[in-house]
């Protein structure tokens, strides 16, 4: 199957500094992909719709001037949580769907974000 | 509410044993029905999809979906210690967007 990857695996930052989270579609091109967040032993939680060549669509409840999404071409879509904060530490998952299938989606591996 | 119930367990089983995972969702529009696999700090993986009501079988599981009373299972027959993870069920509308339950964890024990 399709394989999408995510840089970094695993990042820590400082409180009030930001991270980039890096989503890629490795064979196959993806003009949608979806951002996740999942905290200890809880569901993945949509955050937003990340839509190539246009703005993202955030969630009710999601703060897009912290969550910064850029899908700058049709393999990459970037997340940067600005300012982060320790509440922010989470692990965000990304999805890109099957553009051949009405429900097939292919995640990433997640990124782990600590803020101390 | 939320749209999709999932009783996040943990569940224990011995191996070999028949194990029953369900979700409940409140959104009668939903019409995709999938159920993923997440091993820990790992994402999720796809192991069965049903599109409206039905059964579907795969190997060792069983998917259901009851459209009627809002209700899908997982089964997994003759489980194994490798089946130990945790279970998420997903729905879908028309949009490609997921809704996922909890999550359920699952270990069986050798």
């Known amino acids: 199957g399709a394989v999408v990857s995510q840089h970094p695996s695993w990042v820590i930052c400082k409180s009030g500094t930001s991270v980039k989270i890096e989503c890629r579609s490795l064979?196959?091109?993806?003009?949608?992909m979806f951002w996740y967040r999942q905290f200890p032993k809880q569901s993945l939680m949509l955050m937003a719709t990340?839509?190539?060549?246009?703005?993202?669509?955030?969630e009710q409840g999601v703060e897009k001037d912290k969550f910064l999404i850029n899908h700058a071409s049709l393999t990459l879509s970037t997340l940067t949580v600005t300012s982060a904060h320790p509440e922010d530490s989470s692990f965000y998952i990304c999805s890109a769907p099957d553009r051949g299938s009405s429900y097939e989606q292919y995640f990433g591996p997640g990124t782990r974000l600590t803020v101390t | 509410q939320k749209e999709v119930e999932q009783d996040p367990g943990p569940l224990s089983v011995p191996e070999g044993a028949i194990v029953s995972l369900n979700c409940t969702y409140s959104?009668?529009?939903?019409?995709?029905f999938m159920w993923y696999r997440q091993y820990s700090r790992k994402g999720p993986e796809l192991l069965m999809y049903t599109y409206s009501s039905g059964n579907k079988e795969d190997g060792r599981f069983t998917a259901q979906v009851d459209k009627s009373s809002k209700y899908i299972s997982l089964f997994i027959r003759d489980s194994q210690p490798s089946d130990s993870a945790t279970y998420l069920c997903?729905?879908?509308?028309?949009?490609?967007?997921?809704?996922f339950g909890s999550g359920t964890q699952l270990t069986v024990l050798p």
């Open positions: 990340s839509n190539e060549g246009s703005k993202a669509t955030y």
């Open positions: 959104n009668s529009a939903f019409q995709y």
């Open positions: 997903a729905v879908s509308g028309s949009a490609r967007q997921l809704t």
């Open positions: 064979d196959f091109q993806a003009t949608t």
